[in-house]
């Protein structure tokens, strides 16, 4: 862990050789981050965990401004870009020229209809955008701990707050969002 966060801060000031050793000591890690967003979603079928940390890799990159302090902030990023990689690969499939979201079912198999998982992921998408609004900072601790796989000390660590202030700010976030889901 302290070599990846040395690694992080020689990269933060410019120093490309590091970003070269990097990647090595936390490829399996965001590898293991990618197939966690992938298992259970069957819209993404198509994207590979390798896939999605090559793109976020790439939009990581861009990230020209980051001041890198430690390990978990650079996971927490890279959560946060494959959440949003995949919520753009959504919007994609239900783009107008695409079909716009249309459902093609035969009426025999309209009493099996469910919601779809385009829909899931977009709603989840907009909720965290409404909480982000109004709390910022649980939205972003949603985003640490559910899509990033941080623990609490790590999600602490990263926003640079207490454990009992991410514990309680955690458990709003949660039950904030299971409300706002099932409306």
Same mark, same amino acid.
């Given at each position: 862990?302290?070599?990846?966060?040395?690694?992080?801060?020689?990269?933060?000031?410019?120093?490309?050789?590091?970003?070269?050793?990097?990647?090595?000591?936390?490829?399996?890690?965001? !590898?293991?981050?990618?197939? $966690?967003? #992938?298992?259970? =979603?069957?819209?993404? /079928? %198509? +994207?590979?965990?390798?896939?999605?940390? &090559?793109?976020?890799?790439?939009?990581?990159?861009?990230?020209?401004?980051?001041?890198?302090?430690?390990?978990?902030?650079?996971?927490?990023?890279?959560?946060?870009?494959?959440?949003?990689?995949?919520?753009?690969?959504?919007?994609?499939?239900?783009?107008?020229?695409?079909?716009?979201?249309?459902?093609?079912?035969?009426?025999?198999?309209?009493?099996?209809?469910? !919601?779809?998982?385009?829909? $899931?992921? #977009?709603?989840? =998408?907009?909720?965290? /955008? %409404? +909480?982000?609004?109004?709390?910022?900072? &649980?939205?972003?601790?949603?985003?640490?701990?559910?899509?990033?796989?941080?623990?609490?000390?790590?999600?602490?660590?990263?926003?640079?707050?207490?454990?009992?202030?991410?514990?309680?700010?955690?458990?709003?976030?949660?039950?904030?969002?299971?409300?706002?889901?099932?409306?």
């Amino acid at each position: 862990m302290a070599e990846v966060t040395q690694l992080l801060l020689r990269w933060s000031e410019g120093d490309q050789v590091a970003l070269e050793h990097l990647m090595p000591l936390v490829y399996d890690e965001l !590898r293991r981050l990618a197939g $966690g967003f #992938l298992r259970h =979603d069957l819209l993404h /079928q %198509t +994207l590979q965990p390798t896939v999605l940390v &090559h793109e976020a890799y790439l939009r990581m990159l861009g990230q020209a401004e980051v001041a890198w302090q430690s390990r978990a902030q650079f996971f927490g990023l890279a959560a946060t870009l494959m959440r949003r990689i995949l919520v753009d690969h959504t919007r994609e499939r239900c783009a107008e020229k695409r079909g716009g979201g249309q459902f093609h079912l035969s009426l025999s198999h309209a009493d099996l209809f469910a !919601r779809s998982p385009e829909i $899931g992921l #977009l709603t989840l =998408d907009e909720a965290l /955008q %409404t +909480l982000a609004a109004i709390k910022p900072q &649980h939205c972003r601790i949603i985003e640490l701990r559910y899509f990033g796989g941080l623990t609490i000390a790590e999600t602490a660590e990263v926003l640079g707050v207490s454990h009992a202030t991410v514990e309680r700010d955690w458990q709003f976030a949660r039950a904030w969002l299971r409300r706002e889901l099932s409306q």
